[in-house]
């Protein structure tokens, strides 16, 4: 066997190890960077995730801007990716198709924007954007959200029991 062919499979067997790491923590579907000490705030050298989706579709939805969370008992989520860079890459699950979720909880600090720009993190189709905010400072919950073109920082957590992703693609980069 020639050394270049040992080396290249060493590197597949190493870039494969980290998919896999990566993959398992994603299925595991507890997201957990480290705490932020202020709302709003992202500290320098801190790694959150991002949840990007082109339409998600979340049954009894509770957005609690001082609780800086949102959870839903379940959702369809169309065009979803969640992406995290850390060591100098940059992992993406993507999924094709469309995803659904069951009970699920996020938590970030990048909530609290909420009250400031919606359209910074999402938009929402139904119910209106008043009502959301309205509902989201008495934490009602929403029989049916609809939001579109989400791009949404997990700086805290993600929590959900379980999730069905069609085609899921993980890249390294």
């Known amino acids: 066997m020639r050394l270049s062919s040992v080396w290249e499979a060493g590197s597949r067997r190493r870039a494969k190890a980290a998919g896999l790491a990566a993959a398992a ?31 998600i579709i979340a049954q009894n939805a509770v957005i609690s801007i001082l609780g800086e969370s949102m959870s839903f008992s379940s959702a369809s989520i169309q065009g979803m990716s969640l992406t995290y860079t850390a060591g100098g890459h940059t992992y993406t699950i ?13 938590k ?29 400072l008495i934490q009602k919950p929403i029989p049916t959200l609809v939001l579109t073109n989400v791009n949404l920082t997990i700086d805290t957590s993600m929590n959900t029991q379980n999730i069905q992703m069609p085609g899921m693609q993980m890249t390294v980069s």
Do not use: Y
């Open 94 to 106: 993507a999924v094709n198709g469309t995803a659904s979720a069951g009970q699920t909880v996020i």
């Open 108 to 136: 970030t600090s990048l909530f609290s924007t909420l009250k400031d720009d919606i359209g910074s993190l999402f938009h929402v189709q139904s119910p209106s954007v008043a009502v959301v905010l309205a509902d989201a």
């Open 25 to 55: 923590a994603a299925c595991a579907m507890t997201l957990m960077p480290a705490s932020v000490p202020r709302a709003g705030t992202l500290l320098p050298g801190r790694v959150p995730f991002t949840l990007r989706a082109s339409e």
